[in-house]
């Protein structure tokens, strides 16, 4: 069977911006995921996801929006506004690490009380006519906590449970546990979705051997660092290929120009190019000095002289 890759939803990095530039001349992603909504305190949807995944910023059809809530009027405020714009799946952030989300049970916060988040389930589905999808880590404290979630979760109708190999109070360090997302594969009746530290063609290749019956791969900062990243596993190939250099300027281009168009402060945009160069650096043998470089300018016509160079 065909592997399925997403890239992942990296709030600050795969906006609308990113994610139509990477679609007008990258290629091989099945599927794009939306950083998250979430409320404000005001009881409003924040207003930078919000626009984030209004139609006229997303032509290409293929984006899931996610959002994160831990409670079921949030949850159907969101859900219902993103029905209003014609999305038909959605996905629900049990995953975000940080201790001012995860104290107040939202994202991998909820965890730990699997009986408030089948209750929201419970509430939801009959109300929102449009497929849902999950995306957890393993716990909060412990990977343990889904192998007692992912059982209950087969008494719902979920379209897929992604699966960040790590448990939240993680954040991002250490390793992805590998022999607890082997459970889990025996205990979920749904389609799961394996996430976790895909930064090369050699780790995709890695935890295909070791879950040879998983068909869905979701990649992140691998992706962010190395955009070509999902052609090289589906052409399964450790080379770059030959005309990486002048689609990844063309890509360049087109992110640059896309966040010109939205905002008159050069300044903040330039600052948005310096964040993804700290990924996009990564890939590159002189990396380094790309950054260096990247990092010095003081202008966005010096950042485009760069790109012209590259
Ligand atoms: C800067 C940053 C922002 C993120 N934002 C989100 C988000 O909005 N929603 C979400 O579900 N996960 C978010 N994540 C987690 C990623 O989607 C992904 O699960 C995680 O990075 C592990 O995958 P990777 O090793 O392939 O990057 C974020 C991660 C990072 C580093």
């Known amino acids: 069977m065909r592997n399925h890759l997403y890239l992942a939803p990296l709030?600050?990095?795969?906006?609308?911006?990113?994610?139509?530039?990477?679609?007008?001349?990258?290629?091989d992603v099945d599927r794009f995921y939306a950083p998250y909504l979430?409320?404000?305190?005001?009881?409003?949807?924040?207003e930078g996801p919000k626009k984030d995944v209004l139609p006229k910023n997303n032509p290409f059809e293929i984006v899931v929006p996610q959002i994160m809530a831990c409670c079921t009027e949030d949850f159907l405020v969101m859900a219902n506004?993103?029905?209003?714009?014609?999305?038909?799946?959605?996905?629900?952030?049990?995953?975000?690490?940080?201790?001012?989300?995860?104290?107040?049970?939202?994202?991998?916060g909820i965890l730990n009380k699997p009986e408030k988040i089948f209750q929201i389930l419970e509430e939801v589905i009959p109300q929102?006519?449009?497929?849902?999808?999950?995306?957890?880590?393993?716990?909060?404290?412990?990977?343990?906590?889904?192998?007692?979630?992912?059982?209950?979760?087969?008494?719902?109708?979920?379209?897929?449970?992604i699966v960040h190999a790590r448990y939240g109070k993680q954040l991002y360090q250490?390793?992805?546990?590998?022999?607890?997302?082997?459970?889990?594969?025996?205990?979920?009746?749904?389609?799961?979705?394996?996430?976790?530290d895909i930064n090369t063609v050699e780790d995709f290749r890695r935890v295909k051997s070791l879950f040879p019956e998983i068909n869905h791969f979701m990649i992140g900062r691998g992706a962010i660092a190395n955009p070509f990243l999902f052609e090289m596993i589906q052409e399964n190939t450790i080379e770059?290929?030959?005309?990486?250099?002048?689609?990844?300027?063309?890509?360049?281009?087109?992110?640059?120009?896309?966040?010109?168009?939205?905002?008159?402060?050069?300044?903040?945009?330039?600052?948005?190019m310096k964040h993804y160069w700290e990924y996009f650096s990564e890939s590159f043998e002189n990396g380094k000095s790309y950054y260096r470089i990247v990092k010095k300018a003081n202008s966005i016509t010096e950042y485009q002289l760069f790109i012209d160079q590259l």
């Open 128 to 161: 929102i006519p449009m497929k849902l999808g999950l995306k957890m880590r393993m716990g909060y404290e412990s990977t343990e906590d889904i192998l007692s979630i992912l059982p209950k979760l087969n008494d719902f109708p979920l379209s897929e449970i």
């Open 11 to 27: 709030q600050s990095f795969t906006d609308h911006h990113f994610r139509n530039a990477f679609q007008q001349v990258l290629g």
């Open 240 to 272: 770059f290929p030959e005309d990486r250099m002048e689609i990844f300027s063309d890509f360049l281009n087109l992110l640059l120009e896309s966040y010109l168009k939205e905002t008159q402060n050069d300044g903040n945009v330039l600052i948005k």
């Open 81 to 108: 506004y993103l029905i209003d714009l014609g999305y038909q799946e959605v996905n629900w952030n049990l995953g975000c690490p940080y201790p001012m989300v995860a104290n107040r049970d939202l994202g991998s």
């Open 174 to 196: 250490g390793q992805c546990d590998h022999d607890r997302f082997e459970e889990c594969i025996g205990l979920s009746n749904h389609r799961l979705v394996y996430n976790g």
């Open 38 to 46: 979430k409320m404000s305190n005001d009881g409003i949807i924040k």
